[in-house]
């Protein structure tokens, strides 16, 4: 069982940071060997190995075994009562609905968008799919030129490997809910 889990999580790490067994390799100084049986559930690796690993992507050796214990199957979220997890600026907030939940393999967020706030004048490119779904005020998507104009009750979906970013064009506060899967990784930020 923590053969499995240990080896779940670090697939799923390494695949959330569009990182290949070997470049993790290179990272962590463990070898690609180590790292493909330990991926699929065939070797438990020494503290040393979870160690390097886990330092790879910024974390502690904590994050391969806590979700046994504090992960749940279920995650019942009230109205207004999601885990903040961004803060921007006062210009957005994004509260988690899915946080807590045991191995992932999508999450949804419900973001809060001031009058004129926007995704940065970069476009923004990762792996997986993503859903939008205005319930409040209005927004535009930008997709390589291509505009799409989505007011409450509107969705879109779309591979995020396509270069995109969105911008409020409401003169008050848009309401969105996203859908991304993978699931990334977040943590609490405050800028």
Same mark, same amino acid.
């Given at each position: 069982?923590?053969?499995?889990?240990?080896?779940?999580?670090?697939?799923?790490?390494?695949?959330?940071? %569009?990182?290949?067994?070997?470049?993790?390799?290179?990272?962590?100084?463990?070898?690609?060997?180590? =790292?493909?049986?330990?991926?699929?559930?065939?070797?438990?690796?020494?503290?040393? =190995?979870?160690?390097?690993?886990?330092?790879?992507?910024?974390? *502690?050796?904590?994050?391969?075994?806590?979700?046994?214990?504090?992960?749940?199957?279920?995650?019942?979220?009230?109205?207004?009562?999601?885990?903040?997890?961004?803060?921007?600026?006062?210009?957005?907030?994004?509260?988690?609905?899915?946080?807590?939940?045991? %191995?992932?393999?999508?999450?949804?967020?419900?973001?809060?968008?001031?009058?004129?706030?926007?995704?940065?004048?970069?476009?923004?490119?990762?792996?997986?799919?993503?859903?939008?779904?205005?319930?409040?005020?209005?927004?535009?998507?930008?997709?390589?030129?291509? *505009?799409?104009?989505?007011?409450?009750?509107? *969705?879109? *979906?779309?591979?995020?490997?396509?270069?995109?970013?969105?911008?409020?064009?409401? %003169?008050?506060?848009?309401?969105?809910?996203?859908?991304?899967?993978?699931?990334?990784?977040?943590?609490?930020?405050?800028?």
């Amino acid at each position: 069982m923590v053969k499995e889990l240990i080896g779940k999580k670090l697939k799923k790490m390494r695949l959330n940071n %569009d990182m290949t067994i070997e470049g993790l390799a290179n990272k962590s100084q463990v070898s690609s060997n180590m =790292i493909s049986r330990i991926e699929r559930g065939l070797t438990t690796p020494s503290v040393e =190995i979870l160690m390097k690993l886990a330092t790879s992507f910024g974390m *502690s050796i904590s994050y391969f075994v806590e979700e046994a214990e504090k992960g749940s199957t279920v995650v019942y979220t009230p109205k207004g009562k999601g885990e903040p997890i961004f803060f921007f600026e006062d210009k957005h907030q994004i509260v988690s609905l899915t946080q807590g939940l045991r %191995d992932p393999g999508f999450t949804v967020f419900h973001e809060t968008l001031e009058p004129g706030c926007s995704s940065g004048e970069g476009d923004m490119v990762h792996v997986g799919e993503e859903f939008a779904m205005v319930h409040e005020g209005q927004m535009q998507l930008i997709f390589e030129g291509e *505009s799409y104009l989505l007011s409450e009750g509107d *969705s879109i *979906s779309f591979k995020a490997n396509l270069p995109h970013r969105w911008v409020n064009t409401f %003169d008050g506060q848009t309401l969105v809910m996203w859908v991304v899967s993978p699931a990334p990784s977040v943590a609490q930020q405050q800028a």
